[in-house]
């Protein structure tokens, strides 16, 4: 069973990073929102993969509550906190955190987040959780869609929740 407590706290944490952020994101409403990733996990994990399933559902959605501003040569970033889930059979995590997207033009960027993760496999645990990738916007109109490829990570539980990611991203 995961730890329900720890589950609350940071949700609680979650609400209240956004929460405190929403004045500073007022004066830039055309640059917040949300990007939802759907797509696969592969495990990097040969007996994870036996286990379970060799792709595991992978979802994630992040609110954008800060954006820089572009600097000449057209780099900027986002800051963001995060909720996703990713999982097969009966081993799953949900992480939350933060979220900092690098846009190196219109085309390309790259995304790292770090949080809280809670994973069960019959058995419950809370560890680090990390990611990083690389995506491609391949239709930059009012509803940006992308190509995200990256890796998952997890501390504890010897990697066995560690793995690679493909997603479609879509934000609006």
């Not at 956004?18 to 917040?32: D, F, H, N, V």
């Not at 600097?71 to 909720?83: C, H, K, P, Q, R």
């Not at 219109?106 to 987040?113: G, I």
């Not at 809280?116 to 916007?137: L, M, P």
Request: net charge negative.
């Amino acid at each position: 069973m995961m730890h329900k407590g720890m589950l609350w706290l940071a949700v609680a944490a979650l609400a209240g990073t956004l929460i405190l952020a929403s004045p500073a994101c007022a004066q830039e409403t055309e640059k917040q929102g949300f990007t939802v990733s759907v797509g696969v996990l592969y495990p990097a994990d040969e007996d994870t993969r036996d286990a379970t399933q060799d792709l595991w559902f992978y979802v994630d959605l992040t609110y954008t509550f800060q954006t820089s501003e572009p600097t000449e040569s057209g780099y900027y970033y986002d800051l963001g906190a995060m909720v996703g889930f990713y999982g097969a059979s009966d081993a799953r995590v949900i992480p939350v955190g933060l979220s900092f997207t690098g846009y190196l033009n219109e085309q390309f960027f790259y995304r790292a987040t770090a949080g809280i993760g809670f994973s069960s496999n019959g058995d419950s645990e809370t560890g680090f959780a990390w990611s990083i990738g690389f995506g491609y916007n391949f239709s930059a109109g009012a509803t940006p869609i992308a190509l995200f490829i990256g890796y998952n990570g997890l501390s504890g539980r010897g990697g066995d929740f560690n793995g690679f990611t493909a997603t479609l991203q879509f934000r609006f």
